[in-house]
């Protein structure tokens, strides 16, 4: 089976082709880098118009130079896209060029949930059986774990998603978008400084926290910080060095993550967890979840980077398996949504005896 897939929900547009007997994917990607700020929907679907017909025919093109079938035959059996969750505009695009190409190549079409690749593409690269998965990406971040049929969502964030909370401290200090590895690079030379700590149960909270990294960098002290005007906030002792903020936003931020995701193993039984997301290449986000893993006998997975942001790979190698499992989409019914939350999917892929 051979599949090609497209991504396009936020800010990367991709394709790949997912061979799977022989395991192989190969991607094309092209991002869109906002010129200031964070990422602008309008901005980013035009992007996708530019760059997904070319990433669409780069992907084509190795699917028609690795086939070995006759030549008459379409290079791929189906076409598997993203259908959401993500911003809209570009879900619409997306949408539009996997429904044409379906239509001209006369193979099927499959709708994949973009939070559920995120999850599939760690258990297909770690050969997990049941893993937990968390997803740590942009716009997301929550736990993961299969129970008759459908991945429940075991714990999530209360606001922001954490790349994204971690991106608006960044343009609060000025910094280009992405901020994710910016802050990595800063935090190396930073110490500790008390920044708030939210978990609640199964689900965690960033706004509190980013709010307190924007005032500690704007040297404004958290006390008189949420009262009066600008005026009359008084100033701390000045701004505390962003090496320091970086570094704790990381232990907080992570530690949170890494404390939910140690209660959903402990919840679920399992002991097995894969990570998730662009987030997810995180060096020091990967420490605390492998250390927590050791220290409870559990295994760690992280897929490889170019699986962990987003990537069409994944969208392929998890429409592989629901193309097998013959859950493809008609034309008419194949909208995308741009709140699809992970679990809507049920899922058809995995052994009956599991479901
Ligand atoms: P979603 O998958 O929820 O739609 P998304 O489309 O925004 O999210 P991802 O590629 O999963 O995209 O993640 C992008 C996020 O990852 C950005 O917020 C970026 O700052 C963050 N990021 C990238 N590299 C790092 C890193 N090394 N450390 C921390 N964060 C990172």
Request: aromatic letters at 6%; proline letters at 5%.
């Amino acid at each position: 089976v051979r599949i090609l897939g497209i991504e396009g929900t936020a800010w990367a547009a991709s394709a790949a082709v997912f061979d799977a007997e022989r395991d192989d994917v190969f991607i094309e990607s092209d991002a869109y880098q906002p010129e200031s700020g964070g990422i602008h929907p309008r901005e980013a679907a035009e992007h996708m118009h530019d760059a997904i017909p070319r990433v669409v025919e780069r992907a084509l093109e190795y699917a028609r130079e690795t086939h070995d079938g006759p030549a008459t035959d379409p290079p791929i059996d189906a076409v598997a896209f993203s259908r959401g969750p993500g911003l809209g505009p570009c879900l619409r695009v997306v949408g539009t060029a996997a429904r044409a190409l379906s239509q001209a190549l006369g193979v099927p079409l499959v709708g994949v949930n973009h939070m559920v690749a995120h999850l599939e593409i760690g258990r297909h690269t770690s050969g997990f059986d049941s893993p937990v998965c968390l997803n740590a990406s942009g716009a997301n971040a929550h736990l993961l774990a299969y129970r008759n049929g459908r991945y429940r969502v075991l714990g999530e964030t209360m606001d922001t998603g954490v790349g994204n909370a971690i991106d608006k401290f960044t343009r609060h200090v000025g910094w280009s978008h992405p901020g994710g590895p910016k802050v990595e690079a800063a935090a190396e030379d930073g110490e500790y400084v008390d920044l708030p700590y939210v978990v609640k149960g199964m689900d965690f909270s960033f706004s509190g926290i980013m709010s307190a990294a924007k005032q500690a960098y704007d040297g404004v002290s958290a006390s008189n910080a949420s009262g009066g005007s600008s005026d009359e906030r008084s100033e701390s002792d000045g701004s505390v060095p962003i090496e320091d903020i970086c570094y704790s936003l990381q232990e907080n931020v992570f530690g949170m993550l890494t404390e939910v995701s140690e209660r959903a193993l402990s919840l679920t039984g399992s002991d097995e967890l894969v990570l998730g997301g662009g987030v997810g290449q995180n060096a020091r986000l990967r420490e605390m979840l492998a250390e927590m893993c050791a220290q409870r006998g559990a295994e760690f997975h992280a897929p490889e980077p170019r699986f962990l942001r987003d990537n069409a790979g994944m969208i392929a190698v998890l429409g592989a398996k629901m193309y097998a499992a013959g859950d493809t989409l008609e034309i008419e019914e194949s909208r995308v949504d741009p709140d699809f939350r992970p679990d809507q999917v049920p899922v058809t892929w995995r052994a009956r005896s599991e479901r």
